[in-house]
């Protein structure tokens, strides 16, 4: 098998592409900034695309980060379909439904145009506390993050499981369910997240609750107002307990328990 995994420097994609080479596939690493090993793909320049796309029969697929993607998206979908793509994995959103805003719309046509389609759902990433997300950045540098959240919990999840379950969903001989939903062992608030944080590193971390037009206005000073818009209302989605849920679906697949937030802390960050 021979599988494209787009956007390769990705936090999810930097995870799966070892376990896929564990699992005998041949991985095409594209991503607009390649590696020695990689090719160059860029959703925003079709030109990319066909080189990409060469004996490729399976791809996972990393949306852009645009308010539609979509329509950015959509015409490599169908071209990807033509070439001989039958299986097709997309990361998606616990929080946007099939249809929904955003990613949501793309999961609607990635199911409706490949034979072999899995939507993977995963709920936040644990990794958004460590790597270069404006989570980790604030409990670093200012010991602090906002939310519109209030006392929403979250099943946050761990990536290295998500690149479990996106192995087994590009590699298995059968495909797994459609549209699996992916939550790490607990559901977490942004309170507790700050306190399982100062715990581990031994630093005094808080989580400020503020409303959602003051988050909206930090987040448009870093992105487009709309997606930072969109991002608020997902805040108001966990506030109001849409996240509040844990899920057995890496451990139904990829045959181990998921990792736990002290867990993945106490690894990522190291020294």
């Known amino acids: 098998m021979k599988v494209l995994v787009t956007?390769?420097?990705?936090?999810?994609a930097r995870a799966l592409i070892p376990v896929l080479g564990e699992r005998g596939a041949e991985v095409v690493a594209a991503s607009r900034r390649p590696g020695p090993r990689g090719v160059r793909f860029d959703w925003y320049d079709?030109?990319?695309?066909?080189?990409?796309?060469?004996g490729v029969d399976r791809v996972y697929l990393v949306p852009p980060p645009d308010a539609d993607p979509v329509e950015v998206m959509g015409a490599f979908l169908e071209r990807a379909h033509r070439r001989g793509v039958r299986r097709a994995v997309l990361l998606g959103a616990s929080a946007v439904p099939t249809g929904g805003p955003m990613v949501g719309r793309v999961a609607r046509m990635v199911l409706e145009v490949f034979e072999e389609a899995v939507v993977l759902r995963p709920s936040w990433f644990m990794q958004n506390f460590t790597g270069d997300h404006p989570h980790a950045a604030g409990f670093r540098e200012r010991g602090a993050i906002a939310t519109a959240t209030g006392g929403g919990r979250v099943g946050f999840v761990d990536v290295r499981d998500i690149a479990a379950v996106a192995a087994h969903a590009l590699t298995d001989a059968e495909p797994i369910e459609r549209e699996p939903v992916l939550t790490g062992p607990e559901a977490l608030s942004y309170d507790e997240v700050?306190?399982?944080?100062?715990e581990v590193t031994g630093r005094e971390v808080v989580h400020e609750s503020l409303e959602p037009g003051a988050v909206e206005r930090a987040l448009a000073a870093a992105m487009p107002v709309e997606v930072a818009r969109i991002l608020v209302g997902l805040d108001g989605l966990i506030a109001a307990g849409a996240e509040d849920r844990v899920t057995d679906t890496v451990e139904r697949i990829a045959g181990r328990p998921p990792g736990d937030l002290r867990t993945v802390l106490r690894r990522d960050l190291r020294p």
């Open 194 to 198: 700050a306190a399982i944080y100062g």
């Open 7 to 12: 956007g390769a420097t990705g936090t999810t």
């Open 46 to 54: 079709p030109d990319s695309h066909a080189a990409a796309l060469d």
